[in-house]
């Protein structure tokens, strides 16, 4: 059975994955990458349409930012020294051998861990903390089938979720069944903290989906929904275990947008 | 010959501790263990460290003499953080490979250390564009210090915490999110450090074996080889920490 914790990615194979070519190092963040191209792009088929030397300027000058956002190495920020590539974080890992994500999200609740497992134990309670998942039912003793809305798309997702390992009042490991597109492990540990009787609550979510090379930075980019949602998930449980409510601070009260 | 002060400044060194066990006594002890002392540690809490040379490393030893339960180093220099981890126990981050302010959270239960130490001060180094930013300012006489490492620890620091400034800065700084931490309410405790208020203390806590300072020398030269042991300094030549000139 694969469990979450299977991947390791501790602080030391972290810091060996930099600089991996040398002198042409990346230095440009995935996201202005893709700007750089798109930018770059345009640029270039401007200058094209208008035969000029400020034409002829334009689409040279949409070349290098094109080159640029594919390479992903800027010279202007190699000769001042900056760097605004990614920097690795233990928030969102990558598995080896391209086999998908991991995210990893932790807070502090103000209850008590027994309190916090035992909620999270029931997951019909789910619907009510987790942004985009609109119905848990039980279906059997460690199994429950779930109804989401996809935050990307807006379409419905279903899928079925078994219960792997649980230890009170510490930790529930769960993974899905079907190879839905939300094909995931997780796992929440509830531990210690330094005051009172707080709780530091761990949310890992790993999406075991190969891709291949060309996806790698659009899988990059689309890891940060999952990061993001997870902290947003974690959040509004720490509001609900605490104040029993939730407040909408969102632009849309409802709180269902489609982004 | 004239010593001015003698009745304070200086020191007995009590016998049987040898003259590197006690020579940091002097300067960059004391100094990390104001920068420790500043932040009023509590047992259990978690203390981070901007700056792993010598005053740095100093500040996290004291951490834990003054009761800290974690100690993290932050530098970009993997040999200095090396150091930090093999003679001070701390867990390290390198700031070129991550998001120091991020991974402090996710260390904390998202919350912060209790206490950040800047033992880097006004010419911290960035490879950010804020970086850049510092230095043109610089370059144009509008700015005299980058404050990278005090921003750092402003947005990482946990609600209600200290950040405590051992690192120097001498004038005017920029973009300071001050709005961060008259939010967070952080208490903000820096200054010289006050030498004769530890140095009999730190004395004894040598002479008691709770310390060796001298893991910071790295160079041992004679006094004639001293501007080649500045130079070794300056460049950080062979993981340079501290080099001792002897007569």
Known sequence: MTTPQTASTSKQNISSRLHQDGTRTINVGPMERLISIAGGGALTYYGLRHLSLRGALFALLGGDLVYRGITGHCWLYQVLGVSTAEKLRSTLVRLPDNQGIKVKRTVTINRPAEDLYRFWEDVENMPR??????????????????????????????????????QAPSLIAWRTLNQTSFAHAGTVRFGPAPYGNETTVTLTLEFRQPVGQVGAITEKLLGYIPEQLALEDLRRFKQLMEAAEIAQSESHPSGRSTM | MRVPFADIGPVKIPEGLSDEQVLFISDAFPTG????????????????????????????KS????????????????????????????????????????????????????????????????????????????????????????????????????????????????????????????????????????????????????????FVITHRMSLQDAPQGYEIFRQKIGNCLRVVFTP
């Open chain 2, 63 to 214: 951490a834990y003499l003054l009761g800290a339960s974690r100690v993290i180093a932050i530098d970009r220099f993997p040999e200095r953080l090396r150091v930090a981890r093999e003679q001070c126990q701390t867990e390290t981050l390198n700031y070129e490979d991550v998001d120091v302010v991020e991974e402090l959270k996710q260390m904390t239960g998202g919350r912060g250390p209790d206490a950040c130490i800047d033992a880097v001060g006004m010419e911290a180094h960035s490879s950010t564009i804020m970086g850049v930013y510092d230095k043109a300012k610089q370059f144009a006489r509008l700015e005299t210090d980058r404050p990278h490492v005090l921003r750092q620890a402003i947005q990482a620091c946990r609600k209600g915490g200290t950040l405590s400034i051992m690192g120097v800065y001498g004038g005017f700084i920029d973009k300071i999110p001050m709005g961060a931490a008259f939010n967070k309410g952080l208490q903000f405790r820096m200054g010289q450090m006050h030498a004769q208020k530890y140095t009999h203390m730190l004395l004894d806590r040598v002479q008691r074996g709770e310390v060796d300072p001298s």
């Open chain 1, 129 to 166: 903390f987790m942004k985009y998942i609109q119905e848990v039912s039980r279906t059997g003793e460690n199994r429950s089938h779930w109804v989401a809305q996809s935050p990307v798309l807006g379409t419905r997702l279903e899928w079925d979720s078994e219960v792997t390992h649980s």
């Open chain 2, 33 to 60: 263990y104001m920068g420790a002392d500043n932040c009023s540690i509590q047992p259990g809490q978690t203390v981070a460290v901007w700056g792993a040379g010598a005053v740095g490393l100093f500040a996290m």
